[in-house]
């Protein structure tokens, strides 16, 4: 299998739809085993499917309410199996768990960085994500 511009727009675009339809199983199989993930909020990395497993946490319970949309996702192609995604996004996040350090998030001009690749299983897998808010 070979990855393309339009296969990684999709995946982005079902990352987005997973994350604010809460499906944390579907969230944490986005990440390959060896991935690494820098949040908003991160001072270091984190393995990508710890992110998912906080992520379902803080997000994840039935009263929050979760919206997301992208920019244009602009795709580097790095090789036939790999390929570098970048984009804006908007997330925007309301009565979230106790476990979150606050109750909302509004996130009006995120930036999006992942790498996807075909892992050994020939799944598309992110194996970098980083995502990052302008200083003000």
């Known amino acids: 299998m070979n990855?393309?511009?339009?296969a990684v727009r999709a995946e982005v675009a079902r990352f987005w739809n997973t994350?604010?339809?809460?499906?944390?199983?579907?969230?944490?199989?986005?990440?390959?085993?060896?991935?690494t993930v820098f949040g908003t909020a991160s001072t270091r990395s984190e393995p990508g499917r710890l992110a998912a497993t906080r992520r379902q946490r803080e997000y994840f319970i039935t009263q929050s309410i979760l919206?997301?949309?992208?920019g244009v996702v602009d795709v580097i192609m790095l090789d036939e199996r790999s390929?570098?995604?970048?984009?804006?996004?908007?997330?925007?996040?309301?009565?979230l768990s106790r476990a979150a350090k606050q109750?909302?998030?509004?996130?009006?001009?995120?930036?999006?960085?992942?790498?996807?690749?075909?892992?050994t299983d020939g799944k598309i897998r992110i194996f970098h994500e980083h995502l990052s808010l302008p200083a003000n």
């Open 3 to 6: 990855l393309s511009p339009e």
């Open 19 to 35: 994350f604010i339809s809460k499906s944390s199983e579907m969230l944490e199989e986005f990440y390959a085993h060896e991935s």
């Open 67 to 70: 919206r997301a949309n992208t």
């Open 83 to 95: 390929a570098v995604a970048t984009y804006t996004f908007q997330f925007h996040a309301s009565k």
């Open 103 to 119: 109750q909302e998030e509004h996130i009006g001009q995120g930036r999006a960085t992942q790498v996807f690749g075909i892992d």
